[in-house]
Nanobody, 129 residues
Framework: QVQLVESGGGSVQAGGSLRLSCVVS??????????MAWFRQVPGKEREGVAT????????DYADSVKGRFTISQDNAKNTLYLEMNSLKSEDTAMYYC????????????????????WGQGTHVTVSS
């Protein structure tokens, strides 16, 4: 069973930056055969996809609201997924979660990555204006 532990959240002023980390363990297959993603959720709303990556390389995708500001990346040697967040806005305030799902393919749409996938405990980001 894949286990995920997020960290790096905190409070920051609008325009600032944060880097979230997600340590992944317990994965059964080679690291390169996974879709991994960051989602976020605010109370009363559905969890929404923020950024997704194919760990074998060649694919990333972002929600329109974060394109050009957020960057998803991975470090195989450290079993860690990252989310670099720049030019933060108050609307980025949320609980951020990571998830991972084994894949045969190279595309990682949010709907695929989040289906029947494990979640970490989340890390909270607060952006004040």
């Amino acid at each position: 069973q894949v286990q995920l532990v997020e960290s790096g959240g905190g409070s920051v002023q609008a325009g600032g930056s944060l880097r979230l980390s997600c340590v992944v363990s317990g994965y059964r297959y080679r690291w390169a055969f996974y879709c991994m993603a960051w989602f976020r959720q605010v109370p009363g709303k559905e969890r929404e996809g923020v950024a997704t990556i194919y760990t074998g390389g060649g694919y990333t995708d972002y929600a329109d609201s974060v394109k050009g500001r957020f960057t998803i990346s991975q470090d195989n040697a450290k079993n860690t997924l990252y989310l670099e967040m720049n030019s933060l806005k108050s609307e980025d305030t949320a609980m951020y979660y990571c998830t991972a799902r084994y894949t045969y393919g190279r595309q990682c749409p949010f709907s695929f990555v989040s289906a029947d996938s494990p979640w970490g405990q989340g890390t909270h980001v607060t952006v004040s204006s």
